[in-house]
């Protein structure tokens, strides 16, 4: 391939390599935290929530006794308000219950928060049914090999609170859920910056009893380090050195999204031999959520690119539920759509991608990745004689498509919706006549449903 550079050079790329076709069998989701008051009962609540079906939004994961989500103890109405919202837009909670303050071994320590656990449970099958509780799912801790965020627990710690909490959903769910598996999982571990992660995922699903398993969970982000440099904010890193910062950041930013399809890869590798989901249960381009930490790079384009090639790997690795951290924004530089209702570019990006790549979809990857490193191409045959192919641009140049030559397939896609560092930050809408350039970062959507697309 060639790409578009200073010397305003171009040459369209074509593909000599296309893999077999395959069924799309991940579903979108999302994590819930700062924003669910706004989700649930703002005055922008409906937009928000319109936003999120366009994503195709089926399951969303809140937290319970941890993060500034209502305590159903102390306003179950709230607690009751943003769980319903979950139902309304078409998806399932996703409950996450932690944390206790240590020591984590201590038998009173466990006991009482099964206790409670077993409150929100019953409280739940009370309101909306043991049926419709049964389909939901519930994920014990989060991040317990992070000190700041879980606690730093070994894995003997954690099996002991899971095999507790586990073992009181199971009973309550039981007389509801037939020959289904109740969707239980953790550990929601910490993928992006420590070492030995996949041992938990390995011992979760080798130690503990294979009913008490529906899921695992596991967590990965392009980075955790500021984009500016540490000094300018009063940062101290702890023995970890400065990210590069500039041009340099961004580039090493997007290289991470191929890790997205070999975790997600590995993870089904364990899995082999257990009827559990593997879920990526939280995913953005920093883990961390001020502008002035991130520069906007969770939901500016390069956001967008980042957020729309991870996604293309992690249904190429075999995930079968993404999670991006957050839905809606608390602030300008962390989630997908702002408080008021208004989409950030990742947020249009998306909505393009999840309304054209469908749960169930024939979809094939026609693109030499080797030859072709900044491009991420997938496309999805789908219900209705739907045709869509999906092009993601991670790198500053321009890259110029002749989608034909990827695949035959794509001739009558003659819709066009481009979303580019030339679009002002929204979707441009155009006819497709053969070749079209993505400046930029960007992702670029043809199909041949272009009136069925909403990319307001």
């Given at each position: 391939m060639t790409l578009l550079g200073p010397s305003s050079q171009k040459q369209a790329i074509g593909a000599d390599v296309t893999q077999p076709k395959n069924r799309m069998k991940m579903r979108y989701g999302f994590n819930e935290i700062y924003g669910w008051w706004h989700f649930s009962q703002g005055d922008h609540r409906e937009e928000i929530q319109r936003r999120l079906r366009l994503m195709d939004t089926k399951v969303v994961r809140v937290f319970v006794f941890d993060q500034p989500v209502p305590d159903p103890f102390k306003d179950w109405q709230s607690f009751e308000g943003m769980l319903q919202a979950i139902l309304d837009i078409g998806a399932k909670p996703m409950i996450t219950f932690a944390k206790f303050p240590p020591p984590y071994d201590r038998a009173k320590n466990i006991k009482d928060f099964v206790t409670r656990v077993s409150e929100v449970v019953w409280g739940c099958i009370e309101r909306w049914g043991g049926q419709e509780v049964s389909e939901w799912y519930w994920c014990v801790w989060n991040e317990p090999n992070n000190l700041i965020v879980g606690g730093d627990l070994n894995f003997g710690q954690y099996r002991k609170?899971?095999?507790?909490?586990?073992?009181?959903?199971?009973?309550?769910?039981?007389?509801?859920?037939?020959?289904?598996?109740?969707?239980?999982?953790?550990?929601a571990i910490d993928g992006t910056h420590r070492a030995y992660w996949m041992d938990w995922i390995a011992r979760l699903v080798s130690e503990v009893d294979e009913r008490k398993v529906g899921f695992v969970s596991w967590h990965c982000y392009g980075d955790w380090r500021p984009a500016v440099p540490s000094k300018s904010l009063g940062l101290q890193m702890w023995g970890s050195p400065d990210s590069p910062n500039g041009d340099t950041f961004e580039t090493l930013l997007l290289s991470q999204t191929?890790?997205?399809?070999?975790?997600?890869?590995?993870?089904?590798?364990?899995?082999?031999?257990?009827?559990?989901?593997?879920?990526?249960?939280?995913?953005?381009?920093?883990?961390?959520?001020?502008?002035?930490?991130?520069?906007?790079?969770?939901?500016?384009?390069?956001?967008?690119?980042?957020?729309?090639?991870?996604?293309?790997?992690?249904?190429?690795?075999?995930?079968?539920?993404?999670?991006?951290?957050?839905?809606?924004?608390?602030?300008?530089?962390?989630?997908?759509?702002?408080?008021?209702?208004?989409?950030?570019?990742?947020?249009?990006?998306?909505?393009?991608?999840?309304?054209?790549?469908?749960?169930?979809?024939?979809?094939?990857?026609?693109?030499?990745?080797?030859?072709?490193?900044?491009?991420?191409?997938?496309v999805a045959h789908g219900a209705g004689g739907r045709t869509s192919a999906i092009f993601v641009n991670s790198s500053r140049d321009a890259i110029s498509l002749v989608p034909q030559a990827m695949d035959a397939s794509l001739e009558d896609c003659n819709s066009l919706f481009r979303l580019d560092q030339t679009t002002g930050e929204r979707v441009l809408a155009e006819r497709l006549r053969g070749e079209f350039i993505l400046n930029g970062y960007g992702i670029g959507v043809i199909t041949n449903t272009g009136t069925a697309t909403v990319f307001d």
């Amino acid at each position: 391939m060639t790409l578009l550079g200073p010397s305003s050079q171009k040459q369209a790329i074509g593909a000599d390599v296309t893999q077999p076709k395959n069924r799309m069998k991940m579903r979108y989701g999302f994590n819930e935290i700062y924003g669910w008051w706004h989700f649930s009962q703002g005055d922008h609540r409906e937009e928000i929530q319109r936003r999120l079906r366009l994503m195709d939004t089926k399951v969303v994961r809140v937290f319970v006794f941890d993060q500034p989500v209502p305590d159903p103890f102390k306003d179950w109405q709230s607690f009751e308000g943003m769980l319903q919202a979950i139902l309304d837009i078409g998806a399932k909670p996703m409950i996450t219950f932690a944390k206790f303050p240590p020591p984590y071994d201590r038998a009173k320590n466990i006991k009482d928060f099964v206790t409670r656990v077993s409150e929100v449970v019953w409280g739940c099958i009370e309101r909306w049914g043991g049926q419709e509780v049964s389909e939901w799912y519930w994920c014990v801790w989060n991040e317990p090999n992070n000190l700041i965020v879980g606690g730093d627990l070994n894995f003997g710690q954690y099996r002991k609170i899971y095999e507790a909490l586990s073992e009181e959903i199971l009973r309550q769910l039981s007389p509801y859920l037939g020959a289904r598996k109740a969707m239980i999982g953790g550990p929601a571990i910490d993928g992006t910056h420590r070492a030995y992660w996949m041992d938990w995922i390995a011992r979760l699903v080798s130690e503990v009893d294979e009913r008490k398993v529906g899921f695992v969970s596991w967590h990965c982000y392009g980075d955790w380090r500021p984009a500016v440099p540490s000094k300018s904010l009063g940062l101290q890193m702890w023995g970890s050195p400065d990210s590069p910062n500039g041009d340099t950041f961004e580039t090493l930013l997007l290289s991470q999204t191929p890790g997205y399809e070999s975790r997600a890869r590995g993870v089904s590798r364990l899995l082999h031999g257990h009827s559990a989901l593997n879920v990526c249960g939280e995913l953005n381009t920093v883990s961390h959520h001020e502008y002035y930490y991130t520069l906007g790079h969770n939901q500016n384009l390069l956001g967008a690119a980042y957020y729309a090639s991870a996604l293309i790997h992690l249904i190429r690795g075999g995930a079968d539920l993404e999670m991006r951290w957050t839905a809606t924004s608390h602030s300008e530089a962390y989630g997908l759509v702002y408080l008021d209702g208004k989409p950030s570019p990742a947020a249009l990006a998306k909505q393009l991608f999840a309304q054209h790549v469908k749960f169930g979809d024939e979809i094939s990857f026609p693109v030499n990745r080797a030859d072709s490193p900044h491009l991420d191409v997938i496309v999805a045959h789908g219900a209705g004689g739907r045709t869509s192919a999906i092009f993601v641009n991670s790198s500053r140049d321009a890259i110029s498509l002749v989608p034909q030559a990827m695949d035959a397939s794509l001739e009558d896609c003659n819709s066009l919706f481009r979303l580019d560092q030339t679009t002002g930050e929204r979707v441009l809408a155009e006819r497709l006549r053969g070749e079209f350039i993505l400046n930029g970062y960007g992702i670029g959507v043809i199909t041949n449903t272009g009136t069925a697309t909403v990319f307001d």
